[in-house]
Every structure is written in C-alpha cells, then in structure tokens.
C-alpha cells in the first residue's frame, strides 16, 4: 500500500516540476516574441513565488484539519489546468496571470504531501520515503526541459504549455481514487495528552515555529540554496543556448540529461546518507547539505567556465547531484521538530521561506545581475550573473553547519 501511494504522488510530483520548470527551456522564444529583457523576465519568478508562498499556509492549515488525498487531488488538476492555460496567452500580462495560477495549484500539494509521507513511513525510513518522493523535483524538471525544447522547437512554445499542462490532469484522479487517507502519527509516540494530537489553532503552530530555532535554520538554509536552484534551472537553458550556442532543441536534452542524471543521484544518495546517519545522531541532517553546498559553488563555477560541452556536462551534472542533496535530509528534519498534528502547517511555514527567497529572489536576481552585466559582458553577461550568485551557496552551507549543532536539542523524536 505505501509504496502505491509513494508512487503515485510522485507521479502528481513529476507534473509539479514540468509544469513549474517548463518556463525555463520556453523563455528564450518567450523572451522573443513579447520582447523582454532578462530582468523583466524574472519577474515571472517574483509573480511565481508570491503567490506560491502565500497561498501555501491556508492550504495547509486545512490539510492539517481535513482530508489531504482531497486536498493534492485538487491541487493537481488546479495547476494542470493552468498550465495548460499558459498555452493560451497573448500577452505577456496574461502570462504573469496564468503563471499565478499554476503556483496557486501547486502550493497545495506538496506541504499536504509531506506530511502523508510522514503517516505511510515510520521515521527510520522517512529521509528516504521523502527522498524518493522528492525524485520528482529532478524528473520533472528534466521532463519539462527536455519536452519544453522539443515541443516548442517541432511545435510552439504555446503547444508545449497545453500539451504538458493536459498531461497532468489523470494524476489528480489517481490520487482521488487510489490513494486512502492514514491516520495521523500512526508511526509517532503517543502523545501523553490525547487532545494534543488534535489539529491545534494557527496560532498555536505560530508560537511553536516562531521560537524553534532549528526550523528557522533549516528554512534559510534551504532558502539561500534556493536561490541558485530555481535561479539556475530557470536561467541555464538561455546559458547554454547564449554561451554555448546549443540550439532550443538541444538544450533541451542537454541540460536535460544534467538535470536527470544528476538530479536523480544526489536526491537519492541524499535521502539513504540520511537514514544511515541520521536516527542516532539528528544535527547529521544538517551536515549533510553543508558539506554538499560547500563542494558545489566551486563545481558549478568550473562549469560555467569548462573549456567545451563534454566537460561542462560532467560539472554542472556533479553540481546538481550536490545541490539537490539536501532535499531527504532536510525535509525529513522538519517532520521531527514538530508534533504530527503540526507537519501540514510546518512544511507549508518551510516551503513558505524557502519558495518566498527561492523561487521569487532567484530567478529576479540571475536575470537582473545578467542585465546589469550586460554592457559589460554582452551575451556572456549570464555566464558572471551565475558565478557570482554561486556565493548563496556558501551561505546556505555556512546556516546549515550552525543547524546541525542546534537541530538535536530541538529533536522530538
């Protein structure tokens, strides 16, 4: 039954990240025909990741109190549909709209997600359930960019967002119907008093996160990395395209294949470090994406520079498998530090900070820096914008080194 369900969400997952990353691979014939510059094309990310973040607490306020299967089933066709909406758009205005409705969508799946996954794994096997659920960040965004390039360059741009948007309606009804709704903390100590496994009121959840230093930790620290996660996978297809000269389509298989690759073994290798160090010694969570983050600034700056193709494939693929090794630790931590009645909200508080700074500041700050560079670097410009943003990196790096020396005080278990 787990791994059913496992499989399905990630399955509503993968549509998640086509339908978010997609944007990515179609913003060079976007950028085209609406005549936009790079700064004014990260605005989509700021109109994204508002929305995203503000509509994400509501739902998961519910989540906590009412059924979650309904919840991600709605969520789902939500997005789906206006994805496909993206399609449909004859103006850049329209398409700030549509982009606000795909993050309305998907900001009530994933918090929901999290913390089902929490009730169908008891916690010496959570960093891992969490894990592979979380493939669905990598696959999906090497979906999108690999179906984004192709369809755009035998199709249109506008195809593509109909073609994938559609796609993603059938998951919603799987989750509908194949996915029951568990108990809450069916794996989790009972509480000494009953009532605390009740849903408490927003503000009790508040005061909790408010003053729980490992959560503000672990949000900033995934925040700050964030930044250069959305920032890179929304801006390296125009990268490879401008510094590379690969053409729409091949960007599309070439970064795609980098994000697929690398993606899909560090989330992995991720989530299993996690589980075998993690239950006895919990500030390890944290250790892990510090060390990672550490490595991957200077990988990632020696791709932007590699000599040709082949070596930059081998760099930004070891890059995106330390960035993305955070995600099983790290989202495995936040369902520890809080009470099961508590995860819905908690995750949705995490994914609030971590999509506000990532996803909005991201990709305005790469597309904004490239424009400022540009003068002085031409179409280089993104090339400099990427290296010197790698910096967030380091800060990430440096949060979650101070996380883990915090994080097993605020352990609950």
Request: glycine content about 12%.
């Amino acid at each position: 039954m787990s791994g059913r369900v496992l499989l399905i969400l990630l399955l509503a997952y993968i549509f998640n990240f086509i339908d978010r990353q997609i944007i990515g691979v179609l913003a060079v014939p976007i950028k085209a025909e609406f005549g936009l510059s790079d700064s004014a094309l990260g605005n989509l990310g700021i109109a994204f990741g508002i929305f995203y973040a503000a509509i994400a607490l509501p739902i998961a306020w519910l989540a906590d109190r009412k059924s979650r299967v309904n919840i991600i089933a709605a969520a789902v066709a939500v997005w789906s549909l206006f994805t496909a909406a993206c399609g449909l758009v004859q103006t850049y205005g329209q398409l700030v709209v549509a982009r606000m409705g795909v993050a309305v969508g998907e900001a009530g799946g994933i918090a929901p997600a999290y913390s089902l996954v929490a009730d169908y794994y008891p916690k010496e096997k959570r960093a891992r359930a969490l894990a592979f659920y979380s493939l669905g960040i990598p696959i999906g965004s090497a979906l999108g960019v690999f179906f984004g390039g192709w369809l755009s360059s035998h199709l249109s741009w506008r195809m593509a967002f109909l073609i994938v948007g559609l796609a993603g309606l059938p998951a919603a009804l799987l989750i509908k119907l194949l996915v029951p709704e568990p108990a809450r903390g069916r794996f989790d100590p009972a509480p000494a008093d009953a009532s605390s496994s009740e849903a408490p009121p927003a503000s009790a959840v508040a005061r909790v996160l408010l003053f729980n230093p490992s959560f503000w930790l672990l949000s900033f620290g995934a925040a700050f990395g964030s930044i250069l996660g959305y920032g890179l996978i929304f801006w390296l297809p125009s990268f490879f395209h401008r510094s590379f000269g690969l053409s729409q389509a091949d960007v599309g298989w070439y970064y795609g294949s980098i994000v697929l690759v690398g993606g899909v073994a560090g989330t992995w290798l991720g989530g299993w470090i996690g589980d075998r160090v993690g239950p006895s010694r919990p500030g390890r969570y944290a250790l892990i994406p510090a060390i990672c983050f550490v490595i991957t600034a200077p990988t990632f700056a020696a791709g932007a520079f590699a000599p040709n193709l082949y070596v930059a494939w081998l760099l930004f693929t070891i890059g995106q498998m330390l960035a993305l090794a955070w995600l099983g630790p790290v989202i495995s931590a936040i369902q520890h530090i809080v009470a099961p009645a508590m995860r819905a909200t908690a995750s949705a508080s995490f994914l609030f900070v971590n999509n506000l700074i990532g996803i909005a500041f991201g990709i305005k700050f790469l597309g904004w820096m490239s424009t400022r560079l540009g003068a002085a670097y031409g179409e280089d410009s993104l090339r400099y914008s990427i290296l010197f943003g790698l910096g967030f990196y380091l800060l990430s790096a440096a949060i979650y080194f101070v996380a883990a020396r915090r994080l097993e005080k605020d352990w609950i278990g």
